[in-house]
């Protein structure tokens, strides 16, 4: 099958109905490029079993934030420290482990890199920026 989502194919079930298929046709082709990255990324990071968990994710896009450009750990964890997420003093940030913070975040919430960026569920990025999840501890 082809497809504008790179990963697609491995979601869908070989006894996928063709109303089914059909249906995520309509709405995938609705999608602009971003959207279409950011459902790539719902597939990786949510327990996909049937067409209608592939068709529920492509409804989930507003539940997802999409970082373009984030594409690795390192970049993540300089993305984590820019933006606050994480608080340190600037003078501190040549010495830190961006991989490291990176895949600390990476691990401790659902998200997933597709080849353009990242893409994290909302509440838990949310959660995170208020200081409310389970954090990123620094050794």
Excluded at 1 to 18: C, F, H, K, R, W
Excluded at 22 to 28: F, N, V
Excluded at 83 to 88: H, I, P, S, V
Excluded at 110 to 136: F, N, P
Aim: aromatic residues 10%; contains cysteine.
């Amino acid at each position: 099958m082809e497809s504008a989502i790179p990963n697609l194919s491995q979601y869908l079930p070989a006894d996928g109905g063709v109303q089914e298929i059909s249906r995520l046709a309509e709405k995938i082709e609705g999608m602009d490029r971003e959207e279409q990255m950011k459902f790539s990324g719902i597939l990786d990071c949510s327990s996909i079993s049937t067409i209608e968990d592939v068709l529920q994710a492509a409804d989930s896009l507003s539940l997802y934030e999409y970082f373009p450009g984030v594409t690795c750990s390192r970049e993540l964890g300089g993305y984590v420290v820019e933006n606050g997420l994480m608080t340190f003093s600037r003078e501190v940030w040549p010495y830190l482990d961006y991989t490291g913070i990176g895949e600390e975040y990476y691990a401790s919430h659902s998200c997933a890199y597709t080849g353009a960026g990242l893409v994290v569920r909302k509440d838990e990025e949310l959660a995170l920026e208020t200081g409310q999840s389970q954090g990123i501890q620094m050794q």
